[in-house]
């Protein structure tokens, strides 16, 4: 036999409604009579003891605290009230410790201490404005050890820095003029001078692309005859700092040109007064440290953020090098503008250079953070912005070094343009800030605030 459902046997909906709320009504009043049978034995039991607290505090004068009663006193009277009301001293150490507690919430015995911002090297800078909004980003992003550095190209005056150190904020510039710091990728920064320079390469020409662009193993270096495998252009190995493609060209053009061209960049040369000091760059003739040395996967390459300012403003400029200024920044950076006895490069490689540097922020490492999601759209497309990033493990402070170098030039009128470097070294076990190409856009987004969109 089968059984359905039908519908015709159901009681009338006004039946099966008064049934339900009889059922939920049941069910309320069950509650309740629990509800009271449980907690009134307990007020039961504890009625007499608290009528007789009352009966005493009733013949006792008034307790209440007041403005002129220690606050011992009245922790004391509330422990002994809360004590009687929870049920006896088997509870008096658990309150004891909540009352603690409670006093350490209010009133910490260490309270910290408020930072006092001595805002005395702010207004000692050249723009007083984009240096504390430097010093406000360090306050805020908290890097470990960092150095920032803003220059005006045309005069090459340095216009803005900061630094931490340990997490502080410093002072006094130290590390601007360091050359502790590894290069990193900012090294290839030689390796496409010297391969323009020799007139083997230019800009587009196809480079041997093998395995992965942030490892050097020898495989990646041997490229055998009639190679038909991947390639990528020198330009787009540069903005992506390919390691094999860049070690593959120094090895091409050899160790002599390379060092040629570091030494029109800086590298190898005692400054006048020590301002900044020396930066390394000493490849082998050949081998793998020629590799290492060209795409700058080692430590022995180093550079001083000065230097690194130095090199952004002579190929933006198309002119020889030359060590950024101030009239305020005694022992950290000279105080006039200073002829060094270096040779330029030719204009087809400062174009390169140029261009090749804008590539890595349209299509590049710092196509990411150097973009509208950190600028402006009016501000991004209005400047022509180039740049370079590297990074890598150093010892000297100890940590993960983290680069930026790079330009922004008004596309209507190029006299206005910044220089912007940073560099900041990273706990490798701990915290990182943000990345130094975001705090590099939004140092150039506040200037092209200030200095763009005047009269709009």
Known sequence: MKYYYDPQNRRPYKERMRNRCIAAGVFIILCVFIASCIFGKKDAANAPESQAADQTAAEQPSAAPTSEMPIDSVQADSAARLQNALGGADRSEDIANTQASVVAAIAP????????????????????????????????????????????????????WGETKDYKVQNEPDYITRNTFPAASLAKTITIAAAMESNRYSLNSPIPDRGAHHTLYKNQLRVPENYTGPTIELQDAYAKSANPPLAIIGMNVGAKRLRDAAHNLGYNMNFPGGIPGRSSYNPPDSGYGLAEASCGFTEATTLTPLLAAAQVRSILMKKPLEIPWSDNLPQFAPKSRIALDVGKFSENTYYGLREAMIRSITNGTAKKHISTRNMARKNYNALAIGGKTGSLDGHDPYGRYEWFMGFAQSKEDPSKAIVVVIVQVHDLQGYRSQPACQVAAMIINYWAHQNLNKGN
């Open 109 to 160: 015995e260490n309270a910290p201490e408020p930072e006092i911002i001595d805002s005395v090297h702010i207004q000692a800078q050249k723009d007083v404005f984009l240096a504390e909004k430097i010093d406000n980003m360090l306050r805020r992003f908290k890097p470990m050890h960092s150095a920032v550095l803003v220059v005006e190209p045309k005069s090459n005056e340095i216009l803005a």
